[in-house]
T-cell receptor, first 119, second 111 residues
């Protein structure tokens, strides 16, 4: 089945530095990738939707200059948390879909998540 | 947007059945999913149902959809300790990109 690889799984960084998280679709081409943020004991919050070769669409309240998303190829999207602060500490999850019109047949496949801790 | 609600916690004894419920507000959803999230991990698709179906069974999992009441449920038969996790319902539409997630239900299986 479809596999999405997300790296790193865990990262600790100092306040003020930037962190890049990668999301790769291993055995399919992902036309669209999504980035979610999950707070403790809470559901997933969609941060942005990225389509290959175009600018990401950010959800309301998500700072595009802070959370840089690059979907440079059909198999790779990256999320860069710039000038990270402790309040950015969270669990970030990506998901990818091959073709939205195919629905669950090529459904939303999730990465394993990245635990970001900013100290 | 869609409001999707779930109970936050559910505890069951090993071997019993678990029923996780999900209510939603927008009736235009085409696909309704159930995902499982184990601690520190991403989401694993368990099963899904089309909006034109009432019931779907897949081994120990049974999904029931009541469109009139906008209610979706997931029944896990013979619940095992390995089923302990957070379960999310999610709703999607044909041609639309985003999924709307429920708040998640933390299932605890007591040995």
């Amino acid at each position: 089945g479809a596999v999405v690889s997300q790296h790193p799984s865990r990262v600790i960084c100092k306040s003020g530095t930037s962190v890049k998280i990668e999301c790769r679709s291993l055995d399919f081409q992902a036309t669209t990738m999504f980035w979610y943020r999950q707070f403790p004991k809470q559901s997933l919050m969609l941060m942005a939707t990225s389509n290959e070769g175009s600018k990401a669409t950010y959800e309301q309240g998500v700072e595009k200059d802070k959370f840089l998303i690059n979907h440079a190829s059909l198999t790779l999207s990256t999320l860069t948390v710039t000038s990270a602060h402790p309040e950015d500490s969270s669990f970030y999850i990506c998901s990818a879909i091959q073709n939205p019109r195919d629905g669950p047949n090529y459904g939303y496949t999730f990465g394993s998540g990245t635990r970001l801790t900013v100290v | 947007g869609e409001d999707v609600e779930q109970s936050l916690f559910l505890s069951v004894r090993e071997g019993d059945s678990s029923v996780i419920n999900c209510t939603y507000t927008d009736s235009s959803s085409t696909y309704l999913y159930w995902y499982k999230q184990e601690p520190g991990a991403g989401l694993q698709l368990l099963t899904y149902i089309f909006s034109n179906m009432d019931m779907k069974q897949d081994q120990r999992l049974t999904v029931l959809l009541n469109k009139k009441d906008k209610h979706l449920s997931l029944r896990i038969a013979d619940t095992q300790t390995g089923d302990s996790a957070i379960y999310f319902c999610a709703l999607g539409q044909t041609g639309a990109n985003n999924l709307f997630f429920g708040t998640g239900t933390r299932l605890t299986v007591i040995p």
